[in-house]
């Protein structure tokens, strides 16, 4: 029946009439993560230590922006996952089957998950199958259950700390921003970052070449300035 319709529709002039009435939505523009400075990054992580009950917020927040990981990354990570002895993570809950990977830790990453562990043998909840974020509601914890979500205390501190909208999972870009700008090659993120789309590796490669860009800016010292004779010899005074 419908396609009865479109098919006499240019017959009756009616292909035009929906042309004129139907107004299409503009194509949004993809928004880029928020990247912190390196002191607004610092007084962030000050302000999420600096509360107890924002303690579980502050360690997740550690591991994201230290290894990439992502917020369903972390509330799945199961204490078989880790291995603070030879500090290495394993994902193997991901957004993609290419987000399944093993992560080296760093130094922070490495005693935020001590810390976790403390907090988990506390309450008789560090056995290999249990969650590094076990679920909690009541101050009764589930350790089979993984957490829903550290959302609330999320805002709270980002708002006491200045930065409100700055979302959890920016936290990820602010990593691979970071490692970037270090110069890092688009194989070595993807190996640890997992999946990064087309469009967002094209945007760290431009981060990439700006910070490559910058370096090398400083590097400036005015040599073409230096006035020369037709002969090629220096004509700085004082120099022959």
Request: with cysteine; aromatic share 12%.
């Given at each position: 029946m419908?396609?009865?319709?479109?098919?006499s529709a240019p017959k009756h002039?009616?292909?035009?009439?929906?042309?004129?009435?139907?107004?299409?939505?503009?194509?949004?523009?993809?928004?880029?993560?928020?990247?912190?400075?390196?002191?607004?990054?610092?007084?962030?992580?000050?302000?999420?230590?600096?509360?107890?009950?924002?303690?579980?917020?502050?360690?997740?927040?550690?591991l994201a922006v230290s290894t990439t990981c992502r917020s369903v990354e972390l509330k799945n990570l199961r204490w078989a996952d880790?291995?603070?002895?030879s500090q290495t993570v394993r994902v193997r809950r991901s957004k993609t089957e290419a987000g399944h990977r093993t992560i080296p830790l760093n130094r922070d990453a490495t005693l935020a998950l001590a810390k976790l562990q403390e907090r988990a043998e506390a309450f008789g909840s560090s056995s290999?199958?249990?969650?590094?974020?076990?679920?909690?509601?009541?101050?009764?914890v589930d350790p089979s259950t993984p957490q829903k979500s550290w959302r609330s205390a999320w805002r709270r501190l980002t708002k006491a700390a200045g930065f409100p909208g700055f979302r959890f999972h920016d936290l990820r870009h602010q990593a691979i921003t970071e490692m970037s700008e270090a110069g890092a090659s688009d194989a070595t993120i993807m190996a640890v970052a997992g999946h990064v789309d087309r469009a967002m590796m094209e945007h760290y490669s431009h981060v990439r070449m700006a910070a490559k860009r910058d370096v090398l800016q400083k590097l400036e010292s005015g040599l073409m300035e230096i006035p020369m004779a037709e002969d090629g010899t220096d004509k700085t005074p004082g120099r022959s």
């Open positions: 419908f396609s009865g319709c479109f098919s002039g009616l292909s035009y009439i929906v042309a004129d009435d139907v107004k299409l939505f503009p194509k949004q523009p993809r928004v880029i993560a928020k990247v912190l400075t390196h002191d607004q990054k610092a007084h962030l992580f000050r302000v999420a230590g600096s509360r107890p009950d924002w303690m579980v917020a502050y360690c997740a927040a550690v880790v291995d603070i002895f290999p199958e249990h969650c590094v974020f076990p679920a909690c509601e009541n101050r009764h």
